[in-house]
């Protein structure tokens, strides 16, 4: 299986391609990632066949299976829309090894964001404790945080509950609407006063709270109506989704956007290989898919 267009190099450059695992440089996943009997297989099959079209070669989506990287990815985001008036942009965030060895002080500190903050596994897929997630609201939530390391710490941006789900399919962009987590930012002055606890821990493939405060009437719709944006700019979307298939060379993946309640921001606060489509109409996508493996084809035989 070849590399090409020096992607992998430029993201990892200790990068080893080899059938037993994969090796990335410090900061990235390391040795974390091994490849089962079936994968490896795959693998050599590829190589000892090149006449064989492989639409999106593994070396393009393992950043996609780290969040470090995938976040490192994101921040060279081209922000602003052509009249600069808008912006979509990356969360930020930082990669923590251990939460039992640094202050959490420190932690925050090197962030470079207040809290609240969502800890995510490294690991994005593949290992049963990918999707184990929490979401800390003071100092005291970092204490025995039950959440794999490496993590990746990262802003949580108020966004109404609403999550907007993109997928690509080659040259098409669909998305969907889901409800998505609470606010839990905007008027948090102390766990005390808010009625916030520490920390909650949840699995996001399985259930997303519901309510983080004791007391919702602090944060009301009329505040979400005044302050939030009145819906998702697809032009700016649609911007964004064409320089990351650039960036990453691939040809089906999706990502999830919020919008930031206090600037209209434009968040991409996820990104994943293949997602599941179960959102878009199978009399859309299939033939969406269908154009996007015939592309895919005609590449690799003038190629």
């Not at 060279?76 to 251990?98: H, N």
């Amino acid at each position: 299986m070849e590399q090409r267009d020096g992607f992998l190099e430029a993201w990892c450059p200790s990068f080893e391609q080899t059938p037993e695992k994969f090796v990335f440089s410090s900061g990235s996943l390391q040795d974390q990632i091994r490849l089962t009997d079936a994968m490896r297989q795959s693998i050599a099959f590829f190589r000892s066949h090149p006449e064989i079209c492989v639409v999106d070669p593994i070396e393009r989506i393992l950043p996609l299976v780290d969040r470090a990287l995938t976040q490192e990815i994101l921040q060279g985001l081209p922000t602003a829309d052509s009249q600069g008036s808008k912006r979509i942009r990356a969360p930020r965030y930082k990669r923590v090894l251990k939460f039992d060895c640094i202050p959490p002080s420190k932690i925050l500190e090197d962030c470079g964001f207040s809290l609240p903050a969502i800890i995510k596994p490294q690991v994005a897929c593949g290992v049963s404790n990918a999707h184990i997630m929490a979401v800390v609201f003071n100092e005291a939530g970092f204490l025995n945080l039950d959440v794999p390391t490496p993590s990746v710490i990262q802003e949580y941006v108020d966004h109404g509950s609403t999550l907007y789900k993109f997928y690509v399919i080659g040259e098409n962009l669909f998305y969907s609407v889901r409800n998505s987590t609470p606010n839990a930012a905007v008027g948090m002055d102390s766990t005390a006063s808010s009625g916030l606890p520490p920390v909650i821990v949840f699995d996001s493939l399985k259930s997303l709270p519901k309510n983080f405060r004791a007391d919702q009437g602090s944060m009301s719709g009329d505040f979400a109506s005044s302050q939030g944006s009145s819906g998702v700019d697809l032009e700016l979307v649609s911007e964004a989704a064409s320089w990351l298939q650039e960036k990453l060379k691939l040809t089906i993946f999706g990502f999830d956007v919020v919008i930031e309640l206090a600037t209209g921001d434009h968040v991409i606060i996820d990104m994943n290989f293949f997602p599941t489509f179960k959102d878009v109409d199978e009399q859309i996508a299939i033939p969406a898919f269908w154009n996007a493996l015939l592309r895919a084809h005609a590449f690799h035989n003038a190629s």
